[in-house]
């Protein structure tokens, strides 16, 4: 995972709550940007989704103490939003009750122009870059 200054961070506890107060920090970021609503909407909800994963998926029952970290920055007609965690990493898991419909990802995927998973000393990392004109989630 490359260091970058990040103009905004929060540091949340794992916890559904804390997803809100994420998206509204970014909501707030890109509310200062020239970009369409549509494209807001849509980044708003590619995050939402990265810090549900870490909520829901990173950390074994029980550990709710643990949290995850939201860092985003402006770069030149771009935004970079990193959700990272001290959980478990991404991979395929087995479908349960509890894992909802395993949408998050693939949309993810859909709406970011650049999204990379790392995993690194115990650090999972789903940055994600958007621009003005990323991929809308619905058509």
């Known amino acids: 995972m490359t260091s970058q200054h990040a103009d905004v961070e929060l540091l949340l506890p ?13 909501r707030g970021i890109l509310d200062s940007l020239d970009w369409s609503e549509e494209s807001r909407t849509d980044i708003s909800i590619a995050v939402t989704e990265a810090c549900t994963n870490s909520v829901l998926h990173a950390y074994p029952e029980g550990a ?41 990802l693939p949309l993810i995927l859909a709406i970011g122009d650049e999204v990379a998973f790392t995993s690194n000393d115990g650090v999972t990392e789903v940055r994600m870059t958007f621009s003005p004109t990323s991929r809308q989630a619905t058509p």
């Open 14 to 26: 794992a916890e559904p709550e804390s997803v809100g107060l994420a998206r509204q920090m970014v």
């Open 64 to 104: 709710e103490d643990l949290g995850f970290e939201v860092h985003a920055w402006v770069e030149p007609e771009r935004l970079v939003v990193a959700v990272r965690d001290q959980g478990r990493g991404i991979s395929p898991k087995a479908p349960s009750a509890a894992a909802g419909l395993g949408l998050g």
